[in-house]
C-alpha cells in the first residue's frame, strides 16, 4: 500500500514540476512599446547574423553618434579565451595605435602630436603608456614602434538594430549613423506597420540599411543590410569591437556618450 502511495506521489510530483516550469516560461510578445520589441530581436538574432560560434546581444550600446537598441556580435569563444591583452577602449589610444600600424619604422612622440594632434605630455603620461602596458609597442630612446597586432579576441561580425514602432523615418537616419561601427545595420519596425517602408525600399537597398519586420513569431528581413564604406569606419569598428570584447571578459561597465564615440575612460 505504502509503495503505491509513493508512486503516485511521484507520478503528480513529476507531473507537477514538469507543469509548473512550462508555466514559468517567458514568451515574448509586442505590448505596442519598443522596448517589447528588443527581446523579441535579442532571441532571435541568429536569424541576422548566420552562420556563428556564440552571439553577444548587447542592448543600448553607446556609439556616440547615438545609443543603438540592440548590438549582435558573432565570437568564438575558444579564440576569446586566449586573448591576453585587455580591451583598449579610449579612442586617443586605438588612433594612436593605427598610426603605428602604418609607419612600421616607428614614429617620436613630436610626429605622432603633429598626426593626432593631442598634447606630448599627453602621449606620454597616459596614451603611449596604455600601449605600453598592453605590449604592442616597443620605445628606443624618443621612438615609438609597433611590435605586436591588437588580438580580435575572436569577435566576428557587428550588426546593429534600431527598433521603432511605425517612425521608420527617424529610425533610418539614426540607423545610418551605426554604419559608421557596425558590419550591418538594420531598421526593425512592427510587422503590422511595415508597408510605408516598403514603399521606399531602394532607399534601404541604396544606403545598405536593412529592413526587418517584428511580430510575435520572430523577425522577418525585407531587405538585407550591406557593409557600406563609411568615413573614419576604421577607428570606429575597431572602438566598437574593443568596447564588445568587455562583455565577453566580463569587465563590461557603464560608460557615457561622447563624441564621436563612446569610450571608458
Not at 564588445?244 to 564621436?260: A, H, L, Q
Request: proline share 3%.
Amino acid at each position: 500500500m505504502h509503495g503505491i502511495l509513493f508512486a503516485i506521489r511521484h507520478k503528480y510530483s513529476v507531473l507537477f514540476r514538469h507543469t509548473n516550469k512550462t508555466k514559468t516560461k517567458k514568451l515574448q510578445m509586442l505590448d505596442g512599446s519598443e522596448k517589447s520589441m528588443i527581446s523579441i530581436i535579442t532571441d532571435n538574432g541568429g536569424d541576422l547574423m548566420g552562420n556563428y560560434k556564440k552571439l553577444i546581444p548587447i542592448t543600448e550600446f553607446s556609439a556616440g553618434t547615438g545609443i543603438a537598441d540592440v548590438v549582435l556580435c558573432s565570437y568564438d569563444p575558444k579564440i576569446a579565451k586566449k586573448r591576453k591583452t585587455k580591451p583598449l577602449t579610449d579612442r586617443r589610444v586605438l588612433e594612436a595605435y593605427l598610426l603605428l600600424l602604418k609607419f612600421t619604422d616607428g614614429l617620436s612622440v613630436k610626429h605622432i602630436h603633429a598626426q593626432l594632434g593631442y598634447s606630448q605630455k599627453e602621449l606620454r603620461e597616459r596614451i603611449l603608456p596604455d600601449l605600453y602596458s598592453s605590449g604592442l609597442i616597443e620605445i628606443n630612446d624618443d621612438s615609438y614602434k609597433l611590435k605586436a597586432s591588437l588580438e580580435s579576441g575572436g569577435l566576428g561580425k557587428v550588426i546593429a538594430v534600431e527598433a521603432k514602432v511605425r517612425d521608420w523615418r527617424s529610425g533610418f537616419r539614426q540607423a545610418v549613423r551605426y554604419q559608421e561601427f557596425a558590419d550591418e545595420s538594420y531598421l526593425a519596425v512592427y510587422e503590422a506597420h511595415i508597408k510605408p517602408c516598403l514603399e521606399f525600399r531602394s532607399a534601404f537597398e541604396t544606403a545598405g540599411i536593412g529592413l526587418i519586420g517584428v511580430s510575435n513569431e520572430g523577425l522577418k528581413v525585407y531587405v538585407e543590410a550591406s557593409d557600406i564604406l563609411q568615413y573614419n569606419k576604421q577607428i570606429n569598428r575597431l572602438l566598437a569591437q574593443e568596447s564588445i570584447s568587455t562583455f565577453v571578459d566580463g569587465s563590461n561597465k557603464p560608460f557615457m556618450v561622447r563624441e564621436p564615440f563612446a569610450t571608458r575612460v
